[in-house]
């Protein structure tokens, strides 16, 4: 778990604070008569306008209580009671809500902790205020939030961000913070909201209480839990799938003849794309910490490496095998034999004509008691008459048969290398699939 920011389209909050004053005290009505037929009068807020730097209670002693409630939305509405500002709306031409500048009016310190960016809200907004002394205060607002990110199942990732509401001023002694509606009901709304807003689906809204202390005083605090989840279309659309279909084509590369001299320079041009593709596509991955989608990459990258160097060395031991073959080893033709039929021994190249007679057996493969005797070791021409073997001239063809069979040896041996490669790049797309499935679908 690390700590990175939360980017795309952000949060955007409408949080409602519900402030009540509920201590006993007397209020101060407003003298409205005039206003159904001259307008509203400024002079008559004059006293509240005032009042503005202090906290609108008429008691002290007393608390204000604070309910909040949120929506990920875009407007941030703060709702509050002031005793000091009430009329009768039956004096004053039927009127129940006026329109008056914030810059006029006390407004809560309510806080997000999380809150990561400069609030940029556009001065000279607007509050509505009830003849009942409620205000009404909405502003647009964006919350970039910072969170605890766990991107290693990126782009299948759900994150759980925290959003902590605190009032910077009022300890516990003055201001109370409370629910205006219950948490069900604003993870429904904003489920509802952001549906079909950014790469972020909400999928729940917890809330609990807590009190934090700094120094001697004590604040409240009402913390909401909001689990989210990425969604990975975007990402397994230009991605995981041309990443893909890249190791695919290198994979059928295999059905291309070992001794083919096209099969190294089309590996080589993969490789190079699959390079461009991943320089490309850096931005669309996380800037920090390693996701499991950047090991698939990685592990990409090397097989298709490890391809090509299998390649080179089967094209040098083909090479190596036409014009001079070594005998095989006896651990490698061991291999040779465990990996064909048991049935079927290692396949040996039908002789020559005039070679009927010569057919080599099982006993005369190499990798058998004495394999180094069948390359090259025969007695030659001046050895024979040295030794008075009068059927000397008959070796030759032997080892002609017997080199041709080791170059048939060397053939089938690059063919099993050829299999078993193939067959680890097919468990491995298969493991890939499998994997993005069940991440998919969980």
Not at 59 to 76: D, M
Not at 283 to 296: C, F
Not at 324 to 342: A, G, I, V
Request: glycine share 6%; hydrophobic share 40%.
């Amino acid at each position: 778990m690390e700590r990175g920011w939360l980017h795309g389209e952000g949060f955007f909050l409408c949080l409602i604070l519900h402030l009540l004053h509920q201590g006993r005290g007397g209020t101060f009505p407003i003298n409205c008569s005039g206003f159904d037929q001259h307008g509203v009068n400024p002079a008559a807020f004059q006293a509240v306008f005032d009042r503005k730097a202090f906290r609108p209670v008429t008691n002290f002693s007393v608390p204000t209580h604070v309910n909040i409630s949120f929506t990920l939305s875009a407007i941030l509405e703060v709702v509050w009671y002031n005793p000091f500002i009430r009329w009768n709306p039956e004096e004053c031409g039927g009127i129940k809500k006026l329109s008056i500048a914030t810059e006029n009016l006390w407004l809560p310190d309510i806080f997000i902790e999380e809150f990561m960016d400069m609030d940029q809200t556009p001065p000279g907004l607007m509050a509505y205020v009830n003849s009942d002394g409620h205000i009404k205060y909405s502003k647009p607002m964006r919350m970039v939030s910072i969170c605890k990110l766990d991107i290693f199942y990126f782009p299948f990732d759900e994150q759980n961000c925290t959003l902590t509401f605190s009032s910077f001023i009022y300890t516990v002694e003055n201001m109370v913070l409370g629910m205006e509606q219950d948490v069900q009901e604003i993870s429904k709304t904003s489920q509802n909201v952001v549906w079909s807003k950014g790469e972020w689906v909400l999928q729940g809204i917890h809330q609990r209480m807590k009190m934090t202390t700094v120094g001697t005083n004590e604040y409240n605090q009402i913390v909401f839990y909001v689990a989210i989840r990425r969604r990975p279309t975007l990402y397994v659309i230009n991605l995981l799938v041309p990443s893909s279909f890249l190791v695919a084509i290198d994979a059928l590369s295999f059905y291309l003849p070992a001794e083919s001299e096209n099969r190294a320079p089309f590996k080589i041009t993969l490789l190079l794309g699959y390079n461009v593709f991943l320089l490309m596509m850096n931005d669309l991955l996380p800037i920090s910490g390693t996701p499991l989608i950047s090991v698939y990459f990685a592990l990409c990258l090397s097989l298709m490496v490890v391809s090509l160097l299998e390649t080179i060395f089967i094209t040098y031991l083909l090479h190596l095998a036409a014009t001079q073959p070594p005998p095989l080893p006896r651990w490698l033709h061991s291999l040779l034999l465990h990996c064909t039929s048991p049935r079927k021994c290692c396949p040996v190249v039908a002789p020559q004509r005039g070679n009927s007679g010569q057919d080599l057996g099982p006993a005369h493969l190499p990798g058998t008691k004495e394999p180094v005797e069948l390359v090259g070791k025969g007695p030659g021409p001046r050895e024979a008459e040295l030794s008075g073997c009068p059927g000397s001239a008959s070796t030759q063809p032997e080892d002609e048969a017997q080199k041709q069979h080791l170059v048939s040896l060397w053939v089938q041996c690059s063919h099993m290398m050829d299999s078993l490669l193939f067959r680890l790049y097919l468990l491995f797309l298969a493991t890939s699939i499998t994997t993005v499935i069940v991440l998919w679908n969980t």
